[in-house]
């Protein structure tokens, strides 16, 4: 099943070409990587793929549906790499807040499963400003997954996390797709690709240099919690 199709897709500002011409599928049950150095254009088509940059040419459908529509953007869970939450609301009140923009309405039991699956039950009464890192980044999973999406998205979703919180994160990503659900992340650490993607575009001055699958990586031994 295919849950993304980018085809030809060109992205220019000005003068500027910052994407030349990609084109790639992504089929439910894979992680896809989008890998290169910093400036070569994946954060670009990433936000394309969002439906936050319009693109130049070219097309993105996610599950079907042709972005930037409203019913691409309902099929999309979205994890940048800074994620702002309200400073003041607790992990409770911001998932509780993000179950109202979705229409969402779930019973107290339902809540504590969610809360406890994603690792965050027992810092639900933590103020969102006071979260670590790798606690900051599984809220923001938490929050993406909530609406049950088609594709999840992620620009370099462990840039600046220690080493055990970058492994739980990388655990919980390689957990999420299935058979009807896909996950396309960037990254410019080629350890990240290695352990989380299944397929890996190489991005180079914005062309797509290499498209190629690999046998993940085993998860590293995480020294603590």
């Known amino acids: 099943m295919t849950i993304l199709e980018v085809s030809h897709l060109h992205i220019q500002y000005g003068r500027r070409v910052i994407v ?3 084109t790639f ?11 290169g150095a910093n400036g070569t254009g994946k954060s670009s ?3 394309a793929i969002a439906g936050l940059v319009v693109p130049t040419q070219g097309s993105v459908r996610v599950a079907g549906r042709l972005a930037p529509s409203v019913a ?26 993000y179950q109202g923009i ?8 339902r809540m504590r499963q969610y809360l406890q699956g994603w690792g965050l039950f027992d810092i639900r009464g933590t103020r969102s400003h006071n979260l670590s890192g790798g606690q900051r980044q599984r809220l923001a999973l938490a929050l993406a997954w909530m609406h049950d999406p088609a ?4 620009d370099e979703p462990t840039t600046g996390l220690d080493v055990d919180s970058r492994t739980q994160v990388w655990s919980r990503i390689r957990a999420l797709p299935s058979s009807s659900r896909g996950v396309v992340l960037t990254t410019h650490v080629e350890a990240e690709a290695e352990t989380l993607c299944d397929r890996i575009a190489v991005i180079r001055n914005g062309r797509l240099a290499a498209l190629e699958a690999r046998s ?9 919690l």
């Open 20 to 22: 030349d011409d990609a």
């Open 25 to 35: 599928v992504v089929q439910a049950g894979e992680v896809f990587g989008l890998l």
């Open 45 to 47: 088509i990433l936000g």
């Open 72 to 97: 691409a953007r309902n099929q999309l869970g979205v994890v940048l790499q800074d994620n702002a939450f309200p400073r003041e609301l607790t992990v409770y009140e911001v998932v509780r807040l």
């Open 102 to 109: 979705y229409g969402l309405r779930w019973p107290p039991d």
């Open 151 to 154: 594709l999840i998205v992620m």
């Open 216 to 224: 993940r990586a085993p998860l590293p031994q995480q020294g603590g």
